[in-house]
């Protein structure tokens, strides 16, 4: 966890990239992720799979559109994913209510047993990575990642 350490504050950077938001953003998101990936990995199971399972275990299901967006996957990958997810008995589909052209997936007792474990474990390398800053200083830069995230969602496509 040292690389996520503070460091004294530097002139500013001579690359445009090091102070461009989106990359700062990627990098940030790539460095915090690539740690956690082999625990998620020696468990067993893809990113995708974890980002799918750790969406669905705290939710009634999501329809496969809706799920696609929250985990970053486009549709096509995402419904070949669940279909062998759905192999390995980690999530079920069924028609939604009403509705039988849109498909709810959702996480089973086996699914949300496989990553129970991992989501006290992805907490517990959170803390780890945020221990050297405050707690208001983690909340601020949640809530506005949060907010980044939300007002991306309300904007008009394109």
């Known amino acids: ?94 028609g939604r209510d009403g509705d039988a052209r849109v498909t709810v997936v959702r996480a089973t007792a086996r699914g949300k047993r496989a990553v129970a474990r991992l989501k006290a474990l992805a907490k517990e390398h959170e803390r780890e990575i945020l221990a050297s800053f405050g707690a208001h200083e983690v909340a601020t830069f949640k809530a506005m990642l949060r907010s980044m995230v939300e007002r991306s969602e309300r904007a008009p496509p394109g």
């Open 1 to 94: 966890m040292q690389a996520f350490m503070r460091k004294p504050a530097r002139a500013a950077p001579a690359r445009f990239i090091d102070d461009y938001l989106s990359y700062l953003l990627a990098r940030a998101s790539h460095a915090v992720y690539k740690e956690f990936e082999r625990t998620v990995n020696a468990a067993g199971l893809s990113s995708l799979e974890w980002r799918v399972l750790a969406t669905l275990a705290d939710v009634d299901g999501l329809s496969v559109g809706d799920l696609a967006r929250v985990v970053l996957a486009k549709q096509p990958t995402l419904t070949k994913l669940i279909d062998r997810m759905e192999g390995a008995g980690w999530v079920a589909r069924a």
